[in-house]
């Protein structure tokens, strides 16, 4: 599975941004698609999930009531809807994706981030 994010950039706090993540290949596979960050000097940190057979999403408390996941299953597109930005979301937002083998285990590929920059 390949995954490439796109749609980040320079917002000013209190603005909006809506980032996608395309993925590839293996896709009828994927279990589940995440979006994790990770800010400088900070460990990467999970910001929202989603399961592909239930729908069922996650959100951390910090981002809580602010940002959306969702995925067009169709187009294997999973986006990220985040509003009312903070200068803290600046981060690096990376897509991942837990994809089931053969074997039966669950492996992880990510993409290759795309960085989100709020200004004060």
């Known amino acids: 599975v390949q995954l490439v994010e796109s749609g980040g950039g320079l917002v000013q706090a209190g603005g909006s941004l809506r980032l996608s993540c395309a993925a590839s290949?293996?896709?009828?596979?994927?279990?589940?698609m995440a979006w994790h960050r990770q800010a400088p000097g900070k460990q990467r940190e999970l910001v929202a999930s989603i399961f592909t057979e239930s729908g069922r999403t996650n959100y951390a408390d910090s981002i809580q009531g602010r940002f959306t996941i969702s995925r067009d299953n169709a187009k294997n597109i999973l986006n990220l809807q985040m509003n009312s930005l903070k200068p803290d979301d600046t981060a690096v937002y990376y897509c991942n994706a837990g994809v089931s083998s053969s074997e039966g285990n669950i492996n992880v590929y990510w993409g290759q981030g795309t960085l989100v920059t709020v200004s004060s």
């Open positions: 290949g293996s896709t009828f596979s994927i279990k589940a």
